[in-house]
């Protein structure tokens, strides 16, 4: 969590640099720089990035909905659409309404977790040894690993955050444009700051309620192969039944912020590669439906359990599908951003 804290700061911050100073966010210039083929592949690979960003989102709304209200996981992935019709109403007040959900749903999130952490009082000094001493410990330790870097620095971000930029007004000058640059790595580094112990407190938790002395057997063993829902099961038999209601609030308010940045950034895909120019509910429900589909299916036939490994899959995918999206990125910012305010005067 930590390193992958770090390098998204740096690489949100790339990303930012390109679209201040050149006018342009990343899609665009992948399209004007690449040949057809290369610019079409990397669409694709960024589409598949948007999806696999939007089957956790999808998947953790319905265990949440299952805690909160007893509902199917297989009966809750379909009205995951819902929170599609939420974001189409807000989407018609502007940009900064969204930005003040995401604030608000991300405040909800952290506070419930950290209600969670100070309840399950995991060891401090196992947690500063946890984050400052690498280590993989257990069976699927190394795909943890790595589906947790990519959904934390997840690829189609990099196209978000250097185009959400362009809509402010910056000064095309060299002063201006250095400023501009300075004020987005602040803002990236405390959006950062203030998830990174969000993050933090979730492994604690986890960590803590698995560690507790008094676990029974029965319990001992769902740690072993520990999923949303099986979390949530333990948080009640260890800390309290109030416990398990907080983590599904925390995942309901996770679920749908991720649901609309993952929308946001996949409309500048869409617009930036093909230069194709849906609707937004057109695009949004597309989207949707191509997360839905295949988290249906592992829900009715593997059920909560199989689910929980699909988001584990679809994480690892953004790891792997980073590549596609920082090579471009680190080739433009090393060649454009040096041009300064003679890029885009």
């Known amino acids: ?99 003040f959900l995401i604030a608000f749903l991300g405040d909800t999130m952290a506070i419930c977790f950290f209600v969670e952490l100070h309840y399950s009082k995991p060891d401090p000094k196992e947690v500063l040894h946890g984050l400052f001493v690498p280590q993989l410990k257990g069976n699927g330790a190394t795909g943890l690993a790595i589906s947790l870097l990519g959904a934390m620095v997840m690829p189609h971000n990099l196209f978000l955050h250097s185009a959400l930029v362009l809509s402010g007004k910056i000064p095309r000058s060299a002063t201006g444009i250095k400023e501009a640059c300075r004020f987005y790595l602040i803002e990236s580094g405390l959006a950062l700051t203030v998830a990174f112990p969000i993050n933090v407190s979730v492994i604690s938790v986890s ?89 249906l299916i592992v829900a009715l036939i593997g059920g909560s359990a199989g689910a929980g490994k699909l988001i584990i899959i679809a994480s690892m995918i953004l790891s792997f599908e980073l590549p596609f999206a920082l090579v471009p990125l680190l080739k433009f910012t090393s060649c454009k951003t040096k041009m300064g305010s003679h890029v885009n005067p």
């Open 207 to 295: 960590g803590a309620v698995c560690n507790a002395p008094d676990l029974t057997p029965e319990d001992r063993a769902k740690c072993e192969d520990l999923d949303l829902n099986k979390a949530s099961f333990l948080l009640r038999n260890v800390v309290g039944k109030w416990s398990s209601k907080l983590f599904a609030i925390a995942l309901l308010a996770s679920g749908q912020s991720s649901t609309i940045t993952g929308t946001y950034a996949g409309q500048y895909v869409m617009q930036g590669f093909p230069d194709l120019r849906l609707e937004p509910w057109l695009r949004n429900f597309l989207t949707r439906c191509l997360a839905i589909i295949p988290s």
């Open 1 to 99: 969590i930590l390193v992958a804290s770090c390098a998204a700061l740096v690489i949100q911050s790339l990303a930012a640099n390109l679209g201040v100073v050149t006018g342009k966010h990343l899609a665009e210039h992948c399209r004007a720089e690449y040949s057809r083929v290369p610019n079409f592949l990397l669409w694709v690979v960024a589409e598949i990035a948007v999806v696999a960003c939007d089957i956790p989102e999808v998947i953790g709304t319905a265990f949440a909905l299952n805690m909160l209200f007893h509902i199917p996981v297989w009966i809750g992935v379909p009205l995951t659409g819902l929170s599609t019709l939420m974001l189409l109403a807000i989407q018609q007040y502007g940009v900064r309404k969204l930005e």
